[in-house]
């Protein structure tokens, strides 16, 4: 932050002081929101990237095609 000599120099030189609202923060709702949408795209990539986990009837299905082998 700017110390006051500093500001006193820039507001000498034409600039002024200007105030900010943020529109991030929108209460509980927005963060609610934001929240879930976090979410939804976790549960996506989670989809998209998590190893395929076979079902029992899968397992069962590989398990018959496989030739049996014999020592």
Do not use: H
Request: glycine share 6%; aromatic share 10%; hydrophobic share 40%.
């Amino acid at each position: 932050m700017a110390g006051t000599r500093d500001e006193q120099q820039l507001i000498a030189q034409g600039f002024r002081r200007v105030y900010a609202a943020l529109d991030l923060y929108d209460g509980r709702r927005g963060a609610a929101a934001l929240e879930c949408e976090q979410w939804a795209i976790f549960a996506t990539w989670n989809q998209r990237y998590e190893p395929v986990r076979p079902t029992p009837k899968a397992i069962r299905a590989s398990v018959a095609s496989t030739p049996a082998t014999t020592s």
